[in-house]
């Protein structure tokens, strides 16, 4: 067609629609007044209802990338599949991320009046009338128009490319509408038959082009040669033209995404180049990976079969944020970890973290490592920041123990001292999340079974060893004290008081002062490993001790 011709047919295309210029949007969405290499970086969701790991670990990316050098980071919903849109999806994203301290300078969800929240709407479904302007200037320029062909007809063509073996799609003399002249396009419309809005690809076959990944370099590509449709019938854009358009107007300098899309940038650097908009960088991050327990090798971390990809999973079991933002950066940045340990006073924020030293190989998750940074992080927090983090925990996941285990402030801040080691040489390193930390402190609160199988003596010992240590218990004693009474009972009940002895003459006795100390320790406790016994008891009380134990020898 003539350039009058298609400027006709844009006109007749949107003619019932009154819509801006592209200019009048370049002014309305100016670019950004940023610091020297200050990135904009965005997480784009669609609102599934459903956020995971993989969303937690390029959202971490991204808000380091934009935050070490002053620049932004925004959420944009991308909506434009109906049917995948979830009520409170986009709630259940900020939420979710807030939860493990990254949060947003703009976008999607945020106050209207929040500083900067002038490049929205954030969410696609309100942004049609955008789209329509720049798909309509495509028109104008020749580089789009419109296919009326049906299913089936585009079945047959993709069985007839598959018998012949070529290429799949719709492309040079398979794009049947792509030649078509205005008096045809006006007489499919006129019948009212639907159609679609594709892009006039002017790539070339065999053709390739040098594109610069930010993470894994120069990459030779093969030109787009596919008409892409960029308008779906209903007018709503397809993903590949809202993600121009958007990133463009919203002045994203780097796009972080999964490597799943590499094989989409000829498509996005064909579509910037016919609207006419600088390419942003992308950047291109691997998979995470874990290690298949029922071959050995690696596979990638599944949605469904994996609990551990979704974020409700550490929420639910009490994973403390610092310690899953720890673990992600150090399979984002190789020398995180290294850093870390040299600066453990050091906020996470002052981590140079760079996108040159992301993975460029799969990045394999692993729990056990995880479970490891999560004993070491919770160690270095203070008894009130872990009370606190574990009442709240308590609060959403286990309200009937919140009252429980919280109202008497003293007592759980002198339990937290003694698990975590607080005036030790070295903190102990037994929590890993809140689930679990509150499993291991729950003798104090509630009695517990005594497990019959945690003992090593028969049941008459027990009872002897039990009966002669509330005789002689003071609650005055100090430690020294009571562990010498310890001794004494072990003594009148045939049980060695000195290891060496006992080592070269295990016949003559029926254990160690360790093996009485283990009995009492169970039945205060119904555990056969804790920390001191003595602090225990200390932290606890007389009064509820000799209940447990005088129960326990009823029993």
Request: proline residues 5%; charged residues 35%; glycine residues 6%.
């Amino acid at each position: 067609m003539t350039p009058e011709e298609n400027i006709e047919l844009a006109d007749i295309l949107f003619k019932d629609e009154e819509l801006k210029t592209p200019e009048e949007y370049e002014e309305i969405f100016p670019y950004r007044k940023l610091p020297n290499k200050a990135e904009v970086t965005r997480l784009a969701p669609s609102p599934t209802g459903f956020i995971h790991l993989g969303n937690l670990y390029s959202a971490l990316a991204d808000e380091r990338i934009a935050h070490t050098k002053d620049g932004v980071f925004f959420l944009r919903i991308e909506d434009t599949d109906a049917k995948r849109k979830v009520d409170g999806a986009v709630e259940l994203v900020i939420d979710s991320l807030k939860y493990f301290g990254i949060e947003f300078d703009e976008g999607a969800g945020l106050p209207d009046d929040a500083p900067g929240n002038v490049y929205g709407p954030y969410t696609q479904s309100e942004r049609k009338e955008i789209y329509h302007t720049y798909a309509k200037e495509l028109v104008k320029k020749g580089l789009a128009y419109p296919c009326f062909c049906e299913e089936e007809e585009l079945e047959a063509i993709r069985k007839a490319q598959e018998e012949a073996k070529e290429l799949t799609g719709y492309y040079g003399k398979y794009a049947v509408w792509r030649d078509k002249s205005l008096e045809e396009i006006k007489e499919a419309l006129a019948s009212g038959k639907p159609y679609v809005l594709r892009l006039r690809s002017r790539g070339t076959p065999d053709r390739e082009f040098e594109f610069e990944d930010e993470i894994k370099g120069k990459i030779s590509l093969p030109e787009n040669i596919h008409d892409v449709v960029i308008l779906k019938k209903d007018g709503i854009p397809t993903y590949h033209f809202a993600h121009a358009v958007d990133d463009h107007l919203m002045r994203t300098t780097l796009v972080l995404r999964g490597t799943e899309w590499l094989a989409s940038v000829p498509t996005h650097v064909e579509l910037f180049n016919a609207l006419g908009f600088r390419l942003p960088k992308y950047a291109h991050t691997a998979h995470m990976m874990k290690t298949d327990p029922e071959t050995g090798g690696k596979r990638k971390l599944s949605k469904r079969s994996d609990p551990e990809m979704s974020l409700e999973f550490y929420k639910k079991d009490g994973y403390h944020p610092i310690c899953l933002k720890v673990y992600l950066l150090t399979l984002l940045n190789s020398d995180f970890e290294e850093w870390h340990r040299n600066n453990p006073e050091a906020g996470l924020e002052e981590f140079p973290f760079s996108v040159k030293k992301m993975n460029n190989s799969g990045a394999l998750f692993d729990m056990d490592k995880l479970e490891n940074i999560c004993k070491n992080e919770l160690s270095q927090l203070s008894e009130e920041e872990l009370a606190g983090f574990l009442e709240n925990w308590a609060r959403e996941y286990a309200p009937d123990k919140e009252d429980k285990y919280f109202s008497d402030r003293e007592m759980i801040l002198n339990v937290l001292r003694l698990y975590m080691g607080v005036g030790q040489k070295r903190r102990r390193k037994d929590f890993v999340n809140a689930k679990q930390a509150m499993e291991l402190i729950s003798f104090f609160f509630e009695e517990e079974e005594n497990p019959a199988d945690e003992f090593r003596q028969p049941p008459e010992v027990r009872n002897e060893i039990l009966k002669s240590y509330l005789e002689v218990f003071d609650y005055g004693d100090d430690n020294s004290q009571w562990f010498d009474k310890l001794k004494d009972i072990a003594q009148q009940n045939g049980f060695a008081t000195d290891r060496k002895d006992y080592k070269e003459n295990p016949e003559k006795y029926r254990g160690e002062t360790s093996d009485v100390a283990e009995v009492i320790r169970i039945a205060v406790t119904g555990r056969a490993n804790t920390p001191d016994l003595w602090g225990i008891i200390h932290i606890m009380g007389e009064e509820q001790m000799r209940d447990r134990i005088s129960r326990f020898i009823d029993k």
